[in-house]
């Protein structure tokens, strides 16, 4: 049985990408033995009114594909277009949904464009494409994703391949030393201090064959973007609402993941506003921030962990006078939307082996509870609720 990809959009906008498509899924050597297209103008049914055949057939269907470009198309007599119409029960029916956007945010759109394009970004992640190219991949990787997740091909991922240039000279060993120290502490990790170097890596499953693996490197190497040029956090103050130049501040934080976490949750928190109380309860004097620290932490090593680390960008941190942006090239795995989010909620890493060791030193769980934190801090602090923006990566607000 293959799983069924009705192809949505705007018919005359996307006439030749639908046809792409449909016929790339058909003919991919990988593709064809998993997936079936679905085109609403190739189906030789014929009787039943088109409203009725084309949602019939997203309820058939296992993915939901929408492609979105300048126009909203033809409005029905409430004034909803075929294609929001199919979005709407594709999410309902709790269909994957996977949503290519024509274009960046300066194309003039139609306004219910517009503002479908925004509807859909508060529950998917949506990737832009800018030409035939790169809508084919695209697809590619989201097919190929999900085929992963369901087990059905092998997974040979970016967080455990073997990066061939690194030897264990490369690792640092007084960071693994105080690894098993922390990770003792906080998670009963069962080697000792004296452990070697090897036998900690190959308890982390860190090494394959003798060889590191990427995240070894991440987690545990002397010069990490020696290997990974844009595994770095990038970090901007700006006094206003805006970004704009000049800036105030500016800092590109690297080294192994725990120091970028740590370097940058510390950057933000010496930009923000910081109340010290007394000793008028204990000994010692309270200190908290307008933004709670854990929220501020959280979002940064939910970035850190979480990541796209074959992405050429760099996670991008900026504080202005109203709020604080943490962007990374990451996207949300398919079986999560963002209302989940808000609540305890399975945990899928997108790079397994690195959260394995940010659960260990205590910097993550593994029960999906960190961005539910970030919203329960917030509303404990009077705040008002973060918002997560799915638009050319994972933007928390």
């Known amino acids: 049985m293959k799983y069924i990809i009705f192809i949505s959009s705007v018919q005359k906008e996307f006439a030749k990408e639908r046809m792409l498509l449909a016929n790339h899924i058909a003919q991919d050597p990988l593709l064809k033995d998993f997936f079936k297209p679905y085109l609403f103008e190739t189906d030789s049914v014929s009787g039943d009114a088109p409203d009725n055949l084309y949602l019939a057939n997203v309820k058939k269907a296992t993915i939901y594909l929408a ?11 409430t004034g909803i277009s075929p294609t929001e119409r199919e979005y709407d029960l594709a999410t309902n029916l709790h269909k994957e949904r996977w949503v290519f956007i024509a274009g960046d945010n300066q194309i003039e759109r139609h306004p219910k464009m517009a503002t479908l394009i925004e509807k859909i970004g508060l529950s998917v992640s949506r990737k832009r494409f800018y030409n035939s190219d790169e809508l084919l991949a695209a697809l590619k990787y989201a097919c190929v994703s999900f085929l992963k997740q369901k087990g059905l091909i092998a997974s040979q991922d970016f967080d455990n391949s073997v990066q061939a240039h690194a030897t264990l000279n490369d690792i640092n060993e007084s960071a693994i030393k105080n690894f098993v120290r922390i990770a003792r502490e906080k998670r009963g990790f069962p080697l000792r201090d004296t452990a070697t170097t090897d036998e900690v890596l190959s308890h982390l499953n860190l090494l394959k064959d003798g060889k590191l693996v990427n995240s070894a490197l991440l987690a545990f190497a002397l010069k990490p973007q020696q290997f ?54 204990s000994n010692s004097v309270d200190t908290s921030y307008e933004i709670p620290r854990i929220v501020i932490a959280e979002a940064i090593i939910n970035a850190v962990a979480h990541r796209d680390y074959t992405s050429k960008a760099s996670i991008q941190v900026a504080v202005f006078k109203d709020r604080v942006e943490i962007f990374n090239p990451g996207t949300l795995p398919a079986t999560l939307t963002i209302d989940k989010l808000k609540t305890a909620h399975g945990s899928y890493p997108h790079n397994p082996l690195l959260a394995t060791c940010l659960y260990n030193t205590g910097n993550i769980e593994r029960y999906g509870t960190g961005t539910k934190d970030i919203f329960t801090k917030t509303n404990e602090a009077g705040l008002r609720e973060p918002i997560i923006k799915l638009d050319e990566g994972f933007k928390v607000i």
């Open 67 to 77: 492609l979105l470009g300048k126009e909203y198309g033809y409005q029905d007599a």
């Open 228 to 281: 990974f040029h844009s595994a770095t956090v990038k970090c901007a103050h700006f006094h206003g609402y805006v970004v704009e130049k000049p800036i105030p501040d500016f800092k590109e934080f690297g080294g192994t993941v725990f120091e970028m976490a740590d370097q940058a949750t510390d950057f933000v928190l010496s930009k923000i506003s910081q109340r010290t109380g007394d000793r008028s309860l």
